[in-house]
Nanobody
């Protein structure tokens, strides 16, 4: 069992930066690929970025590529999402997820979810 808790969300102006954290508890954090997904108002949950258990492979959606960076620190059981040059369309609830599969690109491939953290980008 893995419990995930996101933090770091909030209100930010367009063009600004924000860093989300996902703290994992339970066993075997390093066994899991970690992902960030988001769900905007009236939209389906979508992939933002994923990182392999070893941290040596990542994948980004086209909408965030070049602006967001996913990383992880297995010694701290924590995954991160650095969000730079944010846009109003990045406004969403951001969810951290864990999955024991690679490639990992779908919400349905996730084994565990956090409760989500709201990110609001003002124009």
């Amino acid at each position: 069992q893995v419990q995930l808790v996101e933090s770091g969300g909030g209100l930010v102006e367009a063009g600004g930066s924000l860093r989300l954290s996902c703290a994992a508890s339970g066993r075997s954090f390093s066994w899991y690929a970690m992902g960030w997904f988001r769900q905007g108002p009236g939209k389906e949950r979508e992939l933002v970025a994923v990182i392999k258990w070893s941290g040596d492979s990542t994948y980004y959606s086209e909408s965030v590529k070049g602006r967001f960076t996913i990383s992880r620190d297995n010694s701290k059981n924590t995954a991160y999402l650095q969000m730079n040059s944010v846009k109003p369309e990045d406004t969403a609830v951001y969810y951290c997820a864990a999955g024991r599969i690679w490639p990992y690109s779908r919400a349905s491939e996730s084994d565990y979810w956090g409760q989500g953290t709201q990110v609001t980008v003002s124009s």
